[in-house]
């Protein structure tokens, strides 16, 4: 399988100027043949790349380009000098071990969105994982391969969405299913995508949860959720302040409800910043200290009405924003559906409350 994985890199690579192969922990004896590859010129980094004389109608492999992602060398000198070899006849294999979906988005310079995708085809037989101690730890390693967004989608049509997971797999969107087929875990079976054959699917449900709760790696659309969802919620806060200052006036702080809600936003503002309060007037907004549920039931509970939005919005702020916002206050995953989500409900809400 190794060598003719190789060669089948290497054809398949003719046909395209820039192709990018992903390479996971199932594919290491392949990295290994790639570097006694003949006919090719061939570099351990990009950065050994650049450093290098330049090359004329050469194929050239640079393995090592999950370095990118990083920041490991600037994205746009080194598309500069793949484009400016390719015209002079040298075509370009890129290896990663790292999918593409896990590649920030580079406008303008984006070298390895417009690499062609070249994929080894598993035959099914399971592949060997040097440190791995039993084919369900083989497993655990070659599914963290996929990367943070694909993990995350998958996991979640799985144990939110209640899909198999070979309907899951086959539900991802393309980028996320392209991921796994660079960990040697799947294949193809017609114009569908399977598990290779010595993939139990009770332990790909077990092991992609583990990898799920175990990732470190920091969502590329984390900082944009979570920036839309700050948005959002202080849009709500506004709204309803200054319906309670159009309808209690100076005394909107303690107009919020019961002595029980009073007392309790008291208590959490004593607990942070506000020590030596004694009352919910020296906050300087009462309302801070609310979550998203709280000032939702707090703008029913006081009868404040619709404030401009529809009451369907509403509703759907429940449903739909809620569950995002306690996604990322609890930690979780997040991913580029969420994200998408929250840059719309952003849009929304402004529209509305602005």
């Known amino acids: 399988m190794t060598l003719n994985s190789v060669v089948s890199i290497r054809e398949r690579s003719k046909n395209f100027k820039v192709s990018f192969t992903h390479l996971g922990h199932a594919h290491r004896a ?25 090359t004329n109608d050469q194929f050239v492999i640079i393995l090592g380009v999950e370095g990118l992602a990083a920041g490991s060398v600037s994205m746009g000198v080194l598309r500069e000098r793949v484009f400016r070899e390719m015209e002079r006849g040298s075509y370009f ?9 896990e590649f920030p988005v580079t406008p303008g310079s984006d070298l390895i969105a417009d690499a ?9 037989d399971a592949p060997t994982c040097t440190g791995c101690p039993s084919t369900e730890s083989h497993i655990q390693a070659c599914l963290a391969d996929a990367g943070t967004e694909a993990i995350e989608e998958l996991s979640t049509r799985i144990w939110e969405g209640g899909d198999s997971p070979l309907s899951g797999l086959n539900a991802c969107r393309r980028s996320s299913q392209n991921a796994f087929r ?10 569908r995508l399977a598990w ?3 993939c139990d699917q009770g332990e790909i449900r077990s092991k992609i949860a583990f990898v799920s709760a ?19 919620e202080r849009l709500l806060r506004n709204t309803i302040r200054g319906a309670l200052v159009e309808r209690s006036g100076a005394s909107w702080k303690t ?3 019961n002595d029980g809600l009073l007392r309790e936003i008291l208590e959490r503002a004593q607990a942070d910043s506000h020590p030596m309060a004694t009352s919910v007037k020296e906050l300087r907004d009462p309302l801070e200290w609310l979550t998203t549920t709280e000032l939702l039931d707090l703008r029913e509970s006081l009868s404040l009405g619709e404030l ?19 996604r990322v206050a609890h930690m979780r995953l997040i991913s580029q559906n969420d994200a998408v989500e929250s840059a719309m409900w952003r849009k929304v809400v402004r529209k509305h409350l602005s």
Do not use: H
């Open 182 to 191: 660079g960990t040697g875990l799947v294949k193809l079976d017609g114009d």
């Open 214 to 232: 175990a990732s470190l790696d920091e969502s590329s659309a984390l900082s944009a959720v979570y920036g839309d969802l700050w948005v959002v």
């Open 255 to 257: 107009s919020l409800g």
């Open 116 to 124: 062609k995708q070249v994929f080894v085809e598993e035959t099914g």
């Open 30 to 54: 392949v990295r290994t043949c790639l570097l006694e590859l003949d006919g090719a010129l061939l570099f351990d980094s990009p950065r050994t790349y650049l450093d290098a004389d330049p």
């Open 308 to 326: 401009g939005m529809p009451k369907l919005l509403w509703r759907r702020i429940r449903t739909e924003v809620v569950p995002l916002r306690n």
């Open 93 to 101: 294999s890129l290896i990663s071990g790292l999918p593409k979906n």
């Open 196 to 198: 290779t054959d010595w």
